[in-house]
């Protein structure tokens, strides 16, 4: 009986782990066509609109690793006490696929995809301070179980992975004064939203 359940509990997690990276290449896939699809949009006129250094760096663009992004909303982080971090974290049905310019190899930009019914959809592009953060951290990381976490209204992301004890670590994806951090830094989770908790109960801005 013992033997069965656990061959069960193991095809249970094949199928999981299987339909997980299936999703994160449709994710892939999906950006790449937009990708095709941008070229055709930007052009000598409004290329720095987009961020671009020039018109053509546009054709030297591909999608490069794709990551799970979720959100830590502040109302769940004012009231943090330390402890469990899993509960504050909620899915927002997001990922996000870094783009890299293939000539260089430099991570260039970040698109931003919401999963709606069975396929992914185009949310957003940016060459943005996150996208450079990703591109300059330990690459070893980017292998293991690593995932995007944002706090929004705090315009603060983090970059989270489970170690070999099964704690979930935070990586600074800015430098920040406020958090004493610069990127690439590694903390438990636990330490950085405990410093953020005084900054989410001054804040009176838009709750996300």
């Known amino acids: ?3 069965s359940i656990f061959i069960i ?12 990276q299936n999703s994160m290449e449709q994710a892939k896939q ?5 990708l095709k699809s941008l070229s055709t949009t930007v ?3 409004n290329y720095k609109m987009f961020g671009f250094s020039s018109p053509e760096d546009v054709g030297q663009l591909e999608a490069g690793q794709v990551f799970a992004s979720s959100i830590i909303p ?11 971090v899993k509960s504050l974290i909620t899915n927002v049905n997001r990922v996000s696929c870094t783009v890299i310019n293939r000539q260089t190899q430099h991570t260039v930009g970040l698109v931003d995809l919401e999963r709606e019914k069975d396929r992914f959809v185009v949310k957003g592009f940016a060459n943005s301070d996150l996208s450079n953060a ?26 989270s992975f489970t170690d070999a004890d ?22 438990p989770a636990e330490d950085f ?13 838009l709750p996300w």
Not at 74 to 84: I, N
Not at 134 to 159: A, D, M, Y
């Open 166 to 187: 099964n704690k979930m670590k935070f990586v600074s994806l800015q430098n920040s004064s406020s958090l004493h951090s610069e990127i690439g830094e590694i903390q």
């Open 193 to 205: 939203l405990k410093r953020l908790v005084p900054m989410a109960n001054e804040y009176n801005g």
């Open 74 to 84: 502040l109302d769940r982080l004012k009231k943090y006490e330390g402890g469990d």
């Open 30 to 34: 999906e950006t790449s066509t937009f």
């Open 1 to 3: 009986m013992k033997k």
């Open 9 to 20: 509990f193991l095809t249970l997690a094949f199928t999981a782990g299987l339909e997980a």
């Open 134 to 159: 990703l591109g300059r951290i330990n690459k070893e990381l980017l292998k293991q179980n690593f995932s995007i976490v944002r706090v929004p209204s705090l315009n603060t992301n983090f970059g």
């Open 43 to 45: 052009n000598a006129e």
